[in-house]
């Protein structure tokens, strides 16, 4: 998939993604950001049906808020958004990799990445900024 911001994926492709999700008994898959450039890991997150279908179709994408327990279309508050480039399935269908264009920080503490501290002798270490 790589749908564009103003025209998005064919119907029949958005379909065919659809059929082709494992969704958990929340209804929900687990969703791995990376900015498709450069390979950097962005974040994990978790989308529904309805997350899945706008993001194809619009190239903006969308994810599920457990906590809020509705939709949540990133950078909608920060302005930090993520444009799809291209949406990929694992292959037991339960999870998806979304190579995206980030703008701005990925993280909601500000930091460009979600996975930035790492485990280094006997400590938590931040890595990166």
Not at 27 to 51: C, I, P
Not at 56 to 82: D, F, I, M, N
């Amino acid at each position: 998939m790589n749908p564009s911001a103003t025209t998005g994926a064919a119907p029949q492709a958005v379909e065919a993604v659809l059929a082709a999700l494992a969704f958990n008994g929340d209804g929900l898959v687990a969703a791995v950001a990376q900015q498709h450039d450069s390979g950097e890991l962005l974040m994990l997150a978790w989308m529904d049906r309805a997350a899945v279908k706008e993001t194809l179709e619009t190239g903006r994408v969308c994810y599920w808020s457990r906590s809020r327990g509705a939709p949540w279309r990133k950078g909608e508050s920060s302005g930090h958004v993520q444009r799809l480039v291209e949406l990929r399935v694992d292959c037991d269908g339960d999870a998806v990799l979304l190579r995206v264009d980030q703008t701005g920080p990925a993280c909601h503490t500000g930091e460009r990445s979600c996975f930035f501290r790492a485990a280094r002798g006997d400590a938590l270490v931040k890595i990166a900024t």
